[in-house]
């Protein structure tokens, strides 16, 4: 376990080794998680230039105020977009990009607990959110994300650590039963981002497991026994909670420390990020390999356990990271007719 000591030592470093004017973008961040780890970033980063983006332009209007008050030096863009829609992430993207050359930290929290229905652009909406759309955002900012001047890194908060089998017939996980869809998901996205760290290198994936926080996560929903969990959660979870401020701490760790470096390095300083602690070493990539780029990272700040990485190794030997890949690219083009914003 990373100790909490350790996270705040490392994140007050942030301010005198990274340098300013950091260019972050945060997905989802108008509640929960998001939100916390957005202010924790507001809190330490040094004149950085912030956009987030979410649905709701009150929660937007107010998260901004607050963002200000604790970083006067910042810039706080707020973005109002649904994007459960691939072509409402496209129109997100191509604004970001028409202000911004470079992008240092992408930050993925979006979600639902909604499902069993599509959208319009005929993706199932639980996996709209928790898939396609963080993927379509990494591709679609990656060329920003490999010039950044510094610090390169993508942060993806699902549930790490409970990877299980791809059901290459469902995809979209219409039918899986409920207890297989978060296995599912989660093995689709690490193997989503080795597949992406193939193609850039200088970037670090982190994919996390938040433990119990308290989030909007549930506040919509349509499933029966997703109802049930819900309750169950909230009843239970005011005793297992980890306070939100330990939340963005620890997730501002997994952001901007070099415990997680990309799989090469660049010449640039502190590109691999913040200074490691007397004795924090670099972390586990998903493929067991100390510092390789890709990382299954519980709450902790600990890597993904033997357990996992045995999925995950199954999962190579079936040449699963190219079906993903190849089906998500087919989708892309079916609603998007590209593969990114890039390759119009």
């Keep these: 376990m990373v100790s909490l000591s350790d996270v705040q030592s490392s994140n007050a470093q942030i301010a005198t080794t990274l340098p300013p004017g950091l260019v972050a973008v945060f997905i989802g961040a108008t509640n929960g998680i998001g939100e916390y ?7 330490h980063a040094r004149k950085p230039r912030v956009y987030f983006v979410g649905r709701s332009q009150e929660a937007g209007d107010r998260i901004t105020g607050e963002c200000r008050e604790l970083n006067p030096e910042a810039e706080f863009t707020f973005i109002q977009a649904d994007v459960s829609l691939l072509k409402t992430v496209d129109d997100v993207c191509r604004e970001i990009k028409g202000k911004e050359k470079t992008i240092n930290l992408l ?67 219409r039918n899986i039963p409920f207890r297989g869809v978060r296995g599912h998901t989660v093995s ?19 994919h996390d497991y938040p433990g119990p926080v308290k989030s909007g996560f549930g506040r919509e929903t349509n499933g029966v026994l997703m109802r ?8 239970i979870g005011p005793l297992i909670y980890i306070p939100t401020r330990e939340t963005g701490e620890r997730h501002l760790l997994f952001a901007t420390s070099s415990r997680y470096p990309p799989r090469s390095g660049v010449e640039i300083e502190n590109a691999n990020g913040v200074p490691l602690p007397s004795g924090v070493p670099v972390a586990g990539g998903t493929d067991g390999e100390e510092g390789s780029g890709v990382y299954a990272v519980n709450w902790d700040g600990e890597s993904a356990r033997p357990k996992s990485l045995k999925v995950l190794a199954t999962l190579r030997d079936q040449n699963m990271a190219e079906q993903v890949w190849e089906h998500t690219v087919a989708e892309f083009k079916r609603v998007t007719m590209s593969e990114s914003l890039d390759k119009d």
């Design 37 to 43: 780890s957005l202010k924790e970033f507001a809190r």
């Design 107 to 173: 930050f993925l929290t979006c979600g639902s607990a909604l499902a069993h229905f599509d959208t319009s652009e005929g993706l199932h909406i639980f996996m709209a959110l928790a898939y396609y759309a963080r993927t379509r955002f990494i591709v679609n900012l990656l060329p920003l994300l490999r010039q950044a001047p510094s610090l390169r890194r993508v942060v993806t908060v699902l549930a790490a650590g409970h990877e299980g089998p791809i059901h290459t017939k469902d995809f979209q996980s």
């Design 228 to 235: 049930i969990a819900i309750a169950v959660f909230k009843l």
């Design 188 to 206: 689709m996205t690490d193997m989503m981002l080795e597949h992406i760290a193939q193609r850039a290198p200088e970037v670090s994936f982190v």
